[in-house]
């Protein structure tokens, strides 16, 4: 059944889609009155809809029923991820997507390479936002993850204040996740640093404000793999692989 996700809850019996969606489905998908979707809301819900109507910018359709969302996994990670060369962030984002993540930040340290403008900045979230939509409907999220504006690592600590764990992965060793992250965790934070990895004084500074520096294991991942492999870890350690 084709996926799109809903700006607003839906609370009648009829619900009108517009813009891209819309298109998408009409033109892309050439579906048809009687043919059946899946929407999903902001509060978590999804709703299973038959079409009623289509036109040139919109599709009507009619909720068959409405249920609580089961595809969101129970862990809400929040993935800081270091500005990378070229387009590598493009996969991470969309493979993060597809694993459960919550929202994705990325950030600027002192070995990123990459540091584009503002302009071009802007872009690359818009771009970044585009994959994780697409992911999103692709592996049939309950959500849409948000890919946030650009910061700092110095304000990391700021961001992660209200989860109940945040580590910093380090290239250099740390603790075992399995001795970090309990079974019942709910809300985590995940950092992961660019291709030359991090600077002392910037793990020091994160660790002095209670992020945990933590290890992958005894090789060394790239800086496009190591946010991945984070999130599957987190995932498996709190059942949400299962």
């Known amino acids: ?42 509060d978590g819900r999804r709703h299973d809809c038959v079409i009623d109507e289509v036109t040139k910018d919109s599709v009507r359709v009619r909720v068959l029923r409405s249920t609580v969302c089961e595809q ?29 993540v ?15 403008d503002g302009k071009s900045m802007d872009k690359k979230i818009a771009r970044w936002q585009k994959i994780a939509d697409n992911a999103a409907s692709q592996s ?18 700021r961001y992660v204040q209200n989860v109940e764990k945040a580590v910093v992965f380090y290239e250099c060793g740390g ?28 793990i020091d500074r994160l660790t002095d404000r209670g992020v945990i520096a933590a290890t992958l294991g005894k090789r060394i991942l790239r800086a496009q793999t190591a946010p991945v492999a984070a999130l599957c870890a987190a995932m498996l350690l709190t059942g949400n692989l299962e």
């Open 72 to 100: 969101e996994p129970e862990l809400k990670v929040s993935l800081y991820v270091a500005l990378m060369k070229g387009d590598k962030i493009d996969d991470v984002v969309q493979k993060a997507v597809e694993l459960g």
């Open 175 to 202: 603790d075992r996740l399995r001795d970090i992250i309990p079974a019942d965790c709910r809300s985590i934070a995940l950092i992961t640093g660019a291709e030359g990895g991090f600077e002392q004084d910037e």
């Open 102 to 116: 919550y929202e994705i930040t990325p950030f600027i340290s002192a070995r990123c390479i990459s540091r584009p």
């Open 1 to 42: 059944m084709a996926w799109f996700f809903a700006d607003d809850e839906i609370t009648t019996e009829y619900y009108t889609i517009s813009g891209e969606d819309a298109a998408h489905i009409s033109r892309s998908l050439r579906m048809r009155a009687g043919e059946e979707l899946t929407l999903c809301t902001p």
């Open 140 to 157: 049939r999220r309950g959500i849409i993850p948000r890919v946030n504006p650009c910061i700092d690592i110095r304000d990391i600590p």
